[in-house]
């Protein structure tokens, strides 16, 4: 078993070796690295010039020498039982291919209201049927709390130098594919948050970046030989849904929306109706950020016969 990890508290697993991978660090990184890998015969050291993060990944996944692959950020705190626990779910169910945990970020003063509303919808996706139904809301993994088949991964590329989030990229990708994809149930990584994490200051990380690859495996996904599409929600975030769709050369017919001052309206060139004038004729996206209004959409759709994602797609 190799654990490609920056740093690793002690584990119940006995057997697993550490990549650390010095991303052409200018501090005194390089000789603590060295120091420990004198000290432990565990710990692989991986130095190459500042490169970002997708060339560290795959050097990386490159080092790697057994079947199984951990990943994790060098600030973050895996519990000590992460790696048995990962390894245990995959080994029983090897129809699995990437195997997740729940995560708790830290310091909780630093723990923002909508960080915790984006932890517990994470911590509330347990298995492959809710991870695959919300992929287009939000990435369903956080990427530090992943363990994944090395093989698997390598075949599909590995990780690509993208236009937004690496790992959201590869998700789609696993899916896509048919990949298995689980979680173990319990706090395996405390998550730190803090405002110099690359989600926070990295323009790929951005969240018109996160739109643009939803947008862009939709397509790939669901919208093959189609050129038009409906949206249900003509506010602020079905707005900006449509300028991404635009750009990938779809025409948007009508809007979906149950307040009475848009319907009749046109927005961006296309109609507003109510849900009871929705039609089959195109593939349905839902845009709506409202709090609470994503759950009510789906059950009127469900209610209507409609069905996810053959029928529609929630984006946020």
């Not at 690793?8 to 501090?27: C, K, M, N, W, Y």
């Not at 079947?67 to 626990?85: E, G, N, Q, S, T």
């Not at 809301?137 to 956080?142: A, I, R």
Request: charged residues 30%; glycine residues 8%; contains cysteine.
């Amino acid at each position: 078993m190799l654990a490609y990890l920056r740093i690793l508290a002690p584990q119940t697993l006995r057997h697993f070796e550490v990549v650390a991978i010095d991303d052409g660090s200018i501090d005194g990184t390089p000789d603590l690295l060295r120091a420990w890998a004198r000290r432990h015969r565990w710990l692989g050291v991986e130095r190459q010039p500042a490169a970002g993060i997708v060339a560290a990944l795959n050097r990386g996944l490159a080092a790697a020498r057994a079947p199984l692959v951990a990943r994790m950020d060098a600030d973050d705190r895996a519990h000590p039982d992460r790696l048995a626990a990962q390894t245990r779910l995959l080994r029983l169910r090897p129809e699995v291919g990437v195997v997740g945990s729940l995560v708790r970020s830290f310091p909780a003063h630093r723990v923002t209201e909508g960080m915790r509303r984006y932890e517990a919808w994470l911590n509330a996706l347990r298995d492959h049927g809710a991870m695959w139904r919300d992929l287009f809301v939000e990435s369903p993994l956080p990427h530090p709390s992943v363990m994944f088949r090395a093989d698997l991964v390598r075949r599909l590329g590995g990780y690509r130098d993208c236009p937004w989030p690496e790992d959201y990229d590869l998700w789609m990708r696993l899916f896509a594919a048919g990949v298995r994809i689980a979680k173990v149930p319990r706090v395996l990584l405390l998550w730190r948050e803090g405002g110099t994490r690359l989600s926070r200051v990295d323009p790929r990380y951005s969240p018109a970046a996160f739109r643009a690859c939803k947008v862009h495996y939709l397509r790939e996904m669901h919208l093959r030989g189609r050129d038009t599409i409906a949206v249900w929600g003509a506010g602020k975030e079905g707005k900006s849904l449509v300028r991404h769709l635009k750009r990938q050369g779809l025409r948007v017919t009508r809007f979906i929306d149950i307040d009475p001052n848009k319907i009749g309206r046109r927005v961006l060139g296309a109609p507003v109706v109510a849900p009871d004038d929705l039609t089959r004729d195109d593939y349905l996206v839902i845009a709506v950020g409202a709090q609470g209004a994503r759950p009510l959409i789906r059950a009127w759709l469900t209610e209507h016969g409609w069905r996810e994602p053959d029928d529609y797609r929630t984006l946020a």
